[in-house]
Structure formats: structure tokens, C-alpha cells
């Protein structure tokens, strides 16, 4: 089965700073790739996703770009501020595109005022 | 408004009592799974549901049974639960069955077993 590797585990910045969060996956055949934000007490809710058509994808602060050669993926945060403060998770498919994702095992996002 | 509706949010009981978490959606939803979140580990998928009557063991299975008797309800039933089922549990559904679908999650179950 398909294996994501997720770093790192916790990650506090500035407000105003950059965060970064990359996955790394194992199944070459893999081409959806989206990220999920856990606030606290709330179920995980989807912000970006990535195909693998696509190099890079944009959405105001936050951005995703993919590495199908060298198997990653990375969410970038611009300008971050404390409501980004959460748990994030990346995902792939299961199989190279089986009926479900295989989720990482989360960032703690700590963004200090 | 579109959601995945879970109950309980809260749950304590004790070893060997059977107990049913509930889950609903009214966004006509094919695809329904359940996962379980605990420190380090991240989601693991435990049950999914392609479709009604149609269910399938994820990562986790053991220990849990699921069943699709109607479109929009999902229940994760524990028959005898032990303490290493103490876990964040959440419900998700989905458009359709394809990977690429976004996936909407309840608000989670807290579970204690002790």
C-alpha cells in the first residue's frame, strides 16, 4: 500500500512568517494530492488539492507545488496569521488511485502573534 | 445547510459495553468512511462505504463493525469495546467514489473506554 511521510510533526512561526509543510509518498503512480486543516474541536476540512497535471497551484496565501520525480509535495503559508494555527494533513491515494486516501499523520501549525 | 452529522460528540463507557456511533449526511453523498485519529498516528481509515449495502474493511477494521442500510446514515458500531479503541473518531463523506472527490468530515466523537 501506498506510504506518506509527513514533516514536521509541529512547526511554530511568526505571524507575517512562512510556513512550509512537504509529504513524501512511495506509490509513483499517485495523482491527486490534497491537504486538509484540522482546527481545534473540528473535523478536518479540505483547502488546496493538486493533480498531477500540474507543477504548482495557488489560492490566495496558500499555495501547493508538486515534485512527481523526486515523490513530494509541499504546502506553503504566506503571511501567516493565527487563524492558520491548526493541525495539517496531506493526502494520496491508496494504490496509485484506489477509492481512498491515505492521510499523513499531521502538522501542528503554531502561529505566534 | 450541507454536513455530516455525528453523535455523539462525547462518550464514555466501559469495557464490553456495546455502543453504535451515528453518522449522517444530507448531501446525497455516495461514499462514507469512518477514521480514527490518535497522537503521532494521524487518520487511519477503520470502514468505508461505496454505496448502500456495499462496505468495506480500511487499515483498521478490527474490532468495529459498520452498516449502509440507507444513503445518508453510516453507524460505526463497537460490540465490545476495550480500551485501546479510546480515540478521536470521525466520519466523512463524499460525492462519488473516485479519490479525487473532496471529502466532508463530522465534527468527531470523543471516546473513552475504561
Known amino acids: 500500500g501506498e506510504n506518506v511521510e509527513q514533516h514536521p510533526s509541529t512547526l511554530s512561526v511568526q505571524e507575517g512568517d512562512s510556513a512550509v509543510i512537504k509529504c513524501t509518498y512511495s506509490?509513483?503512480?499517485?495523482?491527486?494530492f490534497p491537504w486538509y486543516k484540522q482546527e481545534l474541536g473540528k473535523g478536518p476540512q479540505l483547502i488546496i488539492d493538486?493533480?498531477?497535471?500540474?507543477g504548482e497551484k495557488k489560492d490566495q496565501r496558500i499555495a501547493v507545488t508538486l515534485n512527481k520525480t523526486a515523490k513530494h509535495f509541499s504546502l506553503h503559508i504566506t503571511e501567516t496569521q493565527p487563524e492558520d494555527s491548526a493541525v495539517y494533513f496531506c493526502?494520496?491515494?491508496?494504490?496509485?488511485?484506489?477509492?481512498?486516501?491515505?492521510f499523513g499523520k499531521g502538522t501542528k501549525l503554531t502561529v505566534n502573534p | 445547510e450541507a454536513q455530516v452529522t455525528q453523535n455523539p460528540r462525547y462518550l464514555i463507557t466501559v469495557t464490553g459495553k456495546k455502543l453504535t456511533v451515528t453518522c449522517s449526511q444530507n448531501m446525497n453523498h455516495e461514499y462514507m468512511s469512518w477514521y480514527r485519529q490518535d497522537p503521532g498516528l494521524g487518520l487511519r481509515q477503520i470502514y468505508y462505504s461505496m454505496n448502500v449495502e456495499v462496505t468495506d474493511k480500511g487499515d483498521v477494521p478490527e474490532g468495529y463493525k459498520v452498516s449502509r442500510k440507507e444513503k445518508r446514515n453510516f453507524p460505526l458500531i463497537l460490540e465490545s469495546p476495550s480500551p485501546n479503541q479510546t480515540s478521536l473518531y470521525f466520519c466523512?463523506?463524499?460525492?462519488?467514489?473516485?479519490?479525487?472527490?473532496?471529502?466532508?468530515f463530522g465534527q468527531g466523537t470523543r471516546l473513552t473506554v475504561v
Open positions: 466523512a463523506s463524499s460525492l462519488s467514489i473516485r479519490v479525487d472527490t473532496e471529502a466532508f
Open positions: 506509490d509513483s503512480a499517485s495523482n491527486y
Open positions: 493526502a494520496v491515494p491508496s494504490q496509485g488511485g484506489s477509492e481512498k486516501l491515505v
Open positions: 493538486i493533480r498531477s497535471n500540474v
